[in-house]
């Protein structure tokens, strides 16, 4: 599908086309589809993972399609102050926390090459960003960049590298408004509060990726692991439970919804390799 690429995005600032939704994905839970994802877990508590019957395909409003997270966290989360340097480092520029916004998804314009041409394999990643958000977009598409390049990443060892453009991708991340998430994260329930990972769409809650959660303390970290853990969905991984007390979280626990008694951790090879 078509996207228009637009200049900076901004609260009122910013050009650009939006897209015409594709019709709603058909999806069942992670538990009966390894390769879906998100920290979606439908309305309840934190337990076992979900689980989802299929639901007829429908078309859907104003964005692509994409994948789900768990269930709704304690508002307490939902909380942000003033700017911080690690804000201004993710693109975020002011702690407004809005629902929704225009619904139509503007690209990030330039391209990156792969730190290492030599990996095993290159997938190519376009950043996205609902118009209307207070988001420097430049600023975000290069910490989503420098998070799956890291060497605690994906690529560690150079076996993926990971290459930005704005044109047509292996692997698209969005960061949008809970609204826009719920609608491209569909028929998984992501509640106004989870992200998603699902057909080469990483969609991002812009709540989250602002406020964090109360489960990392440090919001910097929480960024990274979302990024990596709903790419880490698109790379074919499923969830994961914490393997013990004290000890780090794999990436692929849904650590969104509860870390303990695992510690928070942001990295699919934290050592590096």
Do not use: K
Not at 4 to 21: E, P, Q
Not at 32 to 55: K, L, T, Y
Not at 188 to 208: P, Q
């Amino acid at each position: 599908m078509a996207l228009a690429v637009a200049g900076l995005l901004g609260l009122g600032v910013g050009a650009g086309t939006g897209t015409a939704l594709a019709a709603r994905t058909v999806a069942s839970a992670d538990a009966a589809d390894p390769r879906a994802g998100a920290e979606s877990i439908a309305s309840r508590p934190p337990g076992p993972e979900p689980s989802q019957a299929a639901e007829p395909a429908m078309a859907m409003p104003a964005a692509p399609s994409a994948a789900p997270e768990p269930a709704p966290l304690a508002p307490a989360a939902l909380t942000s102050s003033a700017q911080t340097p690690a804000d201004l480092a993710a693109g975020v520029l002011s702690p407004a926390l809005p629902t929704s916004a225009s619904g139509e998804l503007v690209v990030v314009p330039g391209s990156v090459p792969a730190p290492d041409p030599a990996a095993a394999s290159v997938r190519t990643v376009r950043v996205e960003v609902e118009r209307g958000l207070d988001i420097d977009p430049a600023a975000f598409a290069s910490m989503v960049m420098a998070t799956l390049n890291d060497p605690r990443g994906w690529g560690a060892g150079g076996t993926i590298g990971f290459a930005r453009t704005d044109a047509d991708a292996q692997i698209r991340v969005v960061l949008a408004a809970p609204d826009l998430v719920d609608t491209m994260c569909a028929p998984l329930a992501t509640n106004g509060v989870y992200s998603c990972g699902r057909n080469d769409h990483a969609v991002l809650n812009h709540t989250r990726w602002v406020a964090g959660t109360s489960e990392f303390p440090d919001v910097t970290v929480y960024r990274q692991y979302v990024v990596n853990h709903e790419v880490g969905h698109l790379l074919g991984h499923p969830h994961v439970s914490c393997p013990g007390a004290g000890r780090l979280a794999p990436l692929m626990q849904q650590q969104t919804v509860r870390v303990a008694p695992c510690l928070p951790n942001a990295w699919p090879f934290p050592d590096g390799a």
